[in-house]
């Protein structure tokens, strides 16, 4: 069995609109801390993550902890929206659900993010076959996840998660074949 910790980020500092750098805010930063305590005894094998900062720094503190680097996975980045920063987010975001191919010029779909997420999820679950593992993530990409496994995941989910920083889905696969999600309260 392959065990997978998705974590998606701590609190993030939404005053920094570039999303490659936004950092954790001070909440966010010890937050993370939590992330530490529930996974300590997990006997965690790799440590992947999103490329971007804030998922980056909300595994770090765990990464010092057990002495592992943290591997970045390019596609499990949150998805690209615009090359603009959108105002009315909510609605922007139910559209999407709503339609999985909506998009804005230079931005994402919502099927293409979730097809990037899950090739890398498969790459994963053949390179780390029977071990644990921690991807540290985002809300979007989290989410489209979520929809792949159980279509029934959809903008009512995300919305009642969208503020819940950290959030943990702890995923068990036999090879490729799903046996069951849980979600985390710490």
């Known amino acids: 069995m392959t065990t997978i910790y998705f974590i998606r980020h701590c609190e993030p500092d939404f005053s920094i609109k570039c999303d490659l750098e936004r950092p954790l805010t001070k909440k966010g930063t010890n937050d993370s801390l ?64 709503e339609d999985f191919n909506f998009k804005l010029t230079d931005g994402e779909s919502l099927k293409e993010v979730q097809d990037r ?10 390179t780390y076959n029977n071990k644990n593992i921690v991807i540290g993530t985002h809300g979007t990409s989290l989410s489209t996840i979520l929809n792949f496994y159980n279509s029934s995941y959809g903008y009512e989910h995300f919305n009642k998660i969208k503020d819940i920083m950290p959030f943990i889905a702890k995923f068990i696969f036999d090879n490729e074949k799903l046996i069951s999600i849980d979600i985390i309260n710490i």
């Not at 900062?53 to 949150?78: C, G, H, V």
């Not at 690209?80 to 139910?94: A, G, H, L, P, V």
């Not at 899950?118 to 053949?126: D, E, R």
């Open 34 to 97: 939590k992330i530490l305590n529930y996974l300590k005894d997990k006997k965690i094998d790799k440590i992947l993550s999103s490329p971007y900062k804030r998922a980056i720094d909300t595994l770090k503190p765990f990464s010092d902890y057990i002495n592992k680097n943290i591997e970045l996975i390019e596609d499990f980045r949150e998805r690209q929206i615009s090359n603009c920063w959108i105002e009315d987010f909510k609605s922007f975001s139910k559209k999407q659900w």
């Open 117 to 126: 997420n899950i090739n890398s999820l498969k790459y994963v679950l053949k």
